[in-house]
């Protein structure tokens, strides 16, 4: 099988066979991004840049800082925009960073907890390890800062420039070792000036004293692909040429 590069989108490759026939295979997340106008594959390995950590080959890059005394967790950019995220109040003066694939690991950042970010087709997926129940942490403290608007749309944050949304914060939910998700969990975004903003994260003290430990919060952030769709199926009839049948 050859693939036929011209042929690809941000989630579909297509096979030339030896019988001349084309195979197309669809994906549920995207495994390419758009590169000087062509496809290219998608690579979130997690590779040396020197001065920090980063995915490999995306639309996006995911910048973790090998500096120790840095406070910044990750700064995720694209094109000239960027969302620096940094924990506030962090009891270790040293952030100690293990990656892995496309998987970097902060651990201890608080007492008993530890941050992963795993980077993903077109995410960046953060889950906040709480290792043990602690009576007096009732929220997560973080600051932002960004070149974009940053605006709590309901339960997310969307952050955009002047007309597009660049990224969005998902909204966060969080589950036990027994899989028992609680989604009493929201945002507070405060914005301090044009470029920096506090983000406060609301758990449920009440629903983590009777959980099983340990349990993991997942806020993410989204790089929305371009042209979102969801997939329909249809079919096609010989007796029928001409007509198309569903969507």
């Known amino acids: 099988m050859k693939e036929l590069k011209n042929l690809r989108t941000r989630n579909e490759k297509h096979f030339l066979n030896k019988d001349g ?11 390419h991004y758009k590169k000087n106008g062509e496809y290219e594959e998608i690579d979130n390995t997690i590779i040396d840049g020197g001065l920090y950590y980063l995915n490999k080959s995306n639309a996006f890059k995911a910048y973790f800082r090998k500096d120790s005394r840095s406070k910044i967790l990750v700064d995720i950019e694209k094109e000239n925009y960027y969302l620096k995220v940094l924990l506030k109040n962090n009891k270790n003066e040293l952030l100690k960073l293990k990656r892995k694939d496309n998987k970097v690991t ?3 950042v608080i007492e008993n907890i530890d941050i ?8 960046l997926k953060e889950s906040i390890i709480l290792k043990k129940y602690n009576p007096n942490q009732k929220s997560l403290d973080f600051k ?3 070149n974009l608007i940053l605006n709590l749309n309901g339960t997310k944050i969307e952050a955009k420039d002047q007309e597009n949304t660049v990224f969005i914060i998902e909204a966060p939910y969080m589950w036990d070792a027994t899989n028992n998700y609680n989604y ?8 301090i000036n044009n470029t920096t903003y506090n983000l406060t994260l609301n758990l449920d003290n009440y629903w983590l004293e009777k959980a099983i430990y340990p349990v993991i919060i997942d806020p993410t952030i989204v790089n929305p692909s371009e042209n979102d769709w969801n997939v329909y199926d249809t079919y096609i009839s010989s007796d ?3 007509n198309k049948f569903n969507n």
């Open 21 to 31: 026939t084309i195979s197309a295979y669809i994906y549920k997340n995207d495994i």
């Open 106 to 108: 902060f651990n201890e």
């Open 116 to 123: 992963d970010y795993q980077v993903l087709s077109n995410k």
């Open 144 to 146: 932002i800062e960004t």
């Open 184 to 191: 009493n969990i929201f945002y507070d975004l405060t914005k």
């Open 240 to 242: 029928y040429p001409e």
